[in-house]
C-alpha cells in the first residue's frame, strides 16, 4: 500500500520557520522524484520544490528561491522541506508528491499558517 505521509506544519510567525517532512512507504522511494506543492485557499496548487530521485538535482520556484530548502534521504525514505523567512502568503496546504515515469502518488497534506 502506496502511503505518503507529510507532517511538520503548524502556525508560524512571519520570519519564522518550519521543517516539512514527507515519510513514503509501499513503493520504490530511491526511484522517485520528489516534489512539494502548496495550495491556499481558491488558488491552484503550485510547484514550490522538486528533487531528483538521487538527490544531485533541485529545483525551487523564484518565490521560495533562497528561502526554502528541499533534501531526501532515500535510507529514511523521506524527504523534507526546510522554509525559513516565512511570511504570511506562504500559508497554504503543503503536498508531497513522488513521480516515476507515469506513476504519481500524493500524499494528504500538511497545513501550513504564517501569521502574528
Known amino acids: 500500500q502506496v502511503q505518503l505521509v507529510e507532517s511538520g506544519g503548524g502556525l508560524v510567525q512571519p520570519g519564522g520557520s518550519l521543517r516539512l517532512s514527507c515519510a513514503a512507504s509501499?513503493?520504490?522511494?530511491?526511484?522517485?522524484?520528489m516534489s512539494w506543492y502548496r495550495q491556499a485557499p481558491g488558488k491552484e496548487r503550485e510547484l514550490v520544490a522538486a528533487?531528483?530521485?538521487?538527490?544531485?538535482?533541485?529545483h525551487y520556484a523564484e518565490f521560495v528561491k533562497g528561502r526554502f530548502t528541499i533534501s531526501r534521504e532515500n535510507a529514511k525514505n523521506t524527504v523534507y522541506l526546510q522554509m525559513n523567512s516565512l511570511k504570511p502568503e506562504d500559508t497554504a496546504m503543503y503536498y508531497c508528491?513522488?513521480?516515476?515515469?507515469?506513476?504519481?502518488?500524493w500524499g494528504q497534506g500538511t497545513q501550513v499558517t504564517v501569521s502574528s
Open positions: 509501499g513503493f520504490a522511494f530511491s526511484s522517485y522524484g
Open positions: 508528491k513522488a513521480d516515476r515515469q507515469l506513476r504519481t502518488f
Open positions: 528533487i531528483s530521485s538521487t538527490g544531485s538535482s533541485t
